[in-house]
């Protein structure tokens, strides 16, 4: 065993166990570290907007004498209103505003990536990228896979005869696509966790080799 003589190793290292121990039951040790993570957390995040959005949008031009930024400052500061009860009602402006504006930037874009790029995806980029018997029929699978889960989704007419039958269908191919999502999930996580203890055995305890 080589202990590590960082003393930053040592402090990763005990808030690591102070998490773990969550696995028992909740306690202080735990909360602590709960607490401390958010905390910091919003303030790096409070710091990382101002420096990468406060400063260089509006404050920064302001300086240089444009003074039209002044105006989403006074939208922004509008959101604080909630907390004034007698001019509560000043913070639907930067609300409408923002579903305003948010709303012409977000159908194009979100067209472009969910219809789109979906629609391109289901059958002609398996064949772009592997022209060959294989690619057509997974180019087809996926394509009759993608209209057997809308049919699931075609509410006006009751689910009877072929379209009941296409419908079960594409609930199994839902029940797959979730399994494979949740199974992702899971090996994702299962890698933070090996990576925690790699940590803990290697770089703090030095048991492991890499």
Same mark, same amino acid.
């Not at 420096?51 to 920064?60: D, L, Q, S, T, V």
């Not at 839902?174 to 290697?202: K, P, W």
């Given at each position: 065993?080589? @202990?590590?003589?960082?003393?930053? !190793?040592?402090?990763?290292?005990?808030?690591?166990?102070?998490?773990?121990?969550?696995?028992?039951?909740?306690?202080? %040790? /735990?909360?602590?570290?709960?607490?401390? @993570?958010?905390?910091?957390?919003?303030?790096?995040?409070?710091?990382? #907007?101002?420096?990468?959005?406060?400063?260089?949008?509006?404050?920064?031009?302001?300086?240089?004498?444009?003074?039209? #930024? %002044? &105006?989403?400052?006074? @939208?922004?500061?509008? #959101?604080? +209103?909630?907390?004034?009860?007698? #001019?509560?009602?000043?913070?639907?402006?930067?609300?409408? &505003?923002?579903?305003?504006?948010?709303?012409?930037?977000?159908?194009?874009?979100?067209?472009?990536?969910?219809? /789109?790029?979906?629609?391109?995806?289901?059958? %002609?980029?398996?064949?772009?990228?592997?022209?060959?018997? %294989?690619? !057509?029929?997974? +180019?087809?699978?996926? &394509?009759?896979?993608?209209?057997?889960?809308?049919?699931?989704?075609?509410?006006?007419?009751?689910?009877?005869?072929?379209?009941?039958?296409?419908?079960?269908?594409?609930?199994?191919?839902?029940?797959?696509? &979730?399994?494979?999502?949740?199974?992702?999930?899971?090996?994702?996580?299962?890698?933070?966790?090996?990576?925690?203890?790699?940590?803990?055995?290697?770089?703090? @305890?030095?048991?492991?080799?890499?």
């Amino acid at each position: 065993m080589h @202990l590590s003589t960082d003393p930053w !190793v040592w402090v990763a290292a005990i808030l690591s166990l102070f998490i773990f121990s969550f696995l028992y039951k909740d306690n202080p %040790l /735990y909360k602590f570290a709960e607490h401390l @993570l958010v905390g910091i957390s919003a303030g790096y995040y409070l710091a990382l #907007y101002w420096h990468n959005g406060m400063y260089p949008n509006i404050i920064a031009h302001v300086k240089d004498g444009n003074l039209w #930024y %002044l &105006f989403p400052l006074f @939208l922004g500061l509008l #959101y604080f +209103a909630i907390f004034v009860p007698k #001019y509560a009602y000043l913070i639907r402006w930067p609300i409408a &505003f923002l579903l305003g504006a948010g709303s012409g930037i977000a159908i194009p874009a979100t067209f472009q990536a969910s219809i /789109y790029k979906q629609l391109e995806g289901t059958l %002609l980029n398996p064949l772009n990228t592997y022209p060959s018997a %294989l690619a !057509v029929f997974n +180019a087809l699978l996926i &394509f009759f896979g993608v209209l057997l889960v809308l049919t699931y989704f075609f509410f006006s007419k009751e689910h009877k005869g072929v379209l009941g039958a296409t419908s079960r269908v594409g609930i199994w191919i839902l029940m797959i696509g &979730f399994g494979a999502s949740f199974g992702y999930t899971v090996m994702a996580r299962v890698s933070l966790l090996i990576g925690r203890l790699h940590f803990l055995l290697g770089t703090w @305890l030095g048991l492991l080799r890499f």
